[in-house]
């Protein structure tokens, strides 16, 4: 009946940090396809910048140094999100807005994330732009901590797996689509960004505006807490985070490359081609995998042993690419990684909800975890080992790396 999840510890009990609280009633299929379509809009503000806007932009503001400044903006607002996110989610949870908390924080950051937005394909220097980018960054943050808090706010421990592949699967739907309307329907650039922004601010209205918050809950102040039942819940916490942080970064060290491995590696005759045929795979892959895996880890309540898989099936692909440098070889990596990653993106959610150590500071704890999953590890990594061997070792390090986050979440006991 609470939220509180039992510490398995023979000789001490954990202290209550907040009072006890009713779990969440189920949610309706409309509410999951309502927070989906939140999502839906988040992801396309999210993931079209980095993948293909930005690089665009520079490529029409400053042809010569189109690398460099596309780099310089998207590194400002990983870096805007890291400060940002803990700053915001602290804010979200402190805060009671007659609206709702979290619905305030999400419109609030939809609205200041899309409005400056709107207005990035028009500049004509990149300084300008990337102020605005800095603003939208902003504005990321406060709908990144304030979707994630509403899962474990709303949403009952048996219904999380769906409620986190209604997080994960819009993330691979945006990616398609966004890039369709960028790359084909509104193929000028001002246009593109101003069209991307309109369709992101809609997404989220219908859920925002239709689905009432609950009341927030009377709930005594947290205390501080030194007995080791209070660092207890933080560790499993901690433990969670540095699984999602390894996996996302080996993932990354194996994705970010890879239009360079099918060029100089592979010697392909049109890479680009290449390169969307695998994005779609992978896609397809992992919009199937992260729909079902959410059903599965719900119906078994198994959070840590497909967490594990996901990063297994990672660490093969990542190994296929290392010593099977084959055209054909890529794709079945490509199947392999979407699987793996769909996968993953369904259950780790569902598994950070639920080792959460203190239902006050959801915001801001998960907030934690989205400012160190954007930390620029990736491309540290790949600088790093690019510059003294080559692509074997690059994915044999990425598979290591996944391998570790696979391994980690065994440290966690709270949870099956």
């Excluded at 990144?144 to 474990?152: D, K, T």
């Excluded at 093969?316 to 054909?328: E, K, R």
């Excluded at 080792?355 to 790949?382: C, F, K, M, W, Y």
């Amino acid at each position: 009946m609470t939220t509180e999840i039992p510490v398995p510890s023979e000789t001490e009990t954990a202290p209550a940090v907040s009072t006890p609280s009713l779990e969440p009633s189920r949610v309706s299929r409309g509410w999951l396809l309502g927070f989906g379509t939140a999502w839906f809009g988040f992801w396309l503000l999210m993931m079209l910048p980095g993948q293909f806007m930005v690089m665009k932009l520079a490529s029409v503001i400053d042809p010569a140094a189109k690398i460099g400044v596309g780099s310089i903006v998207i590194a400002e607002m990983a870096s805007v999100i890291v400060v940002s996110v803990p700053i915001i989610g602290w804010l979200c949870d402190r805060s009671s807005p007659r609206f709702g908390r979290r619905r305030t924080w999400a419109l609030g950051g939809f609205v200041a994330a899309t409005v400056p937005f709107a207005f990035v394909g028009v500049q004509t220097s990149w300084q300008l732009a990337a102020l605005l980018l800095a603003v939208v960054a902003i504005g990321q943050s406060a709908v990144l901590v304030s979707l994630s808090a509403m899962i474990a706010d709303q949403v009952p421990i048996g219904q999380r797996g769906r409620a986190s592949a209604a997080m994960g699967v819009p993330q691979v739907i945006a990616l398609a689509v966004g890039m369709i309307v960028v790359t084909e329907l509104v193929r000028d650039v001002g246009w593109s960004w101003a069209v991307i922004a309109a369709i992101a601010l809609v997404s989220p209205l219908p859920f925002l505006l239709a689905y009432p918050e609950p009341a927030i809950a009377q709930r005594a102040r947290p205390e501080r807490r030194r007995s080791s039942g209070w660092l207890h819940g933080y560790r499993d916490f901690g433990w969670a985070t540095l699984s999602r942080v390894l996996v996302n970064a080996g993932n990354l060290v194996g994705t970010t490359y890879l239009l360079y491995f099918l060029s100089d590696v592979l010697e392909l005759e049109n890479p680009e081609s290449a390169l969307t045929v695998l994005i779609l795979v992978y896609l397809v892959a992992s919009g199937l995998a992260s729909w079902a895996g959410g059903l599965l880890t719900d119906r078994t309540r198994s959070r840590r042993t497909f967490v594990a898989v996901s990063a297994a099936l990672q660490v093969l692909a990542a190994l296929t690419l290392a010593f099977v440098p084959t055209s054909s070889a890529s794709i079945v990596a490509g199947v392999l990684l979407g699987i793996g990653y769909g996968l993953f993106l369904a259950v780790d959610q569902a598994l950070l909800t639920d080792v959460l150590p203190d239902e006050a500071t959801r915001a801001r704890d998960l907030g934690i975890v989205n400012s160190a999953q954007h930390l620029p590890i990736a491309a540290l990594i790949g600088w790093l080992v690019l510059s003294v061997a080559g692509f074997t070792e690059l994915y044999i390090v990425a598979a290591v790396i996944m391998a570790l986050g696979g391994i980690v979440v065994y440290r966690i006991r709270s949870v099956r």
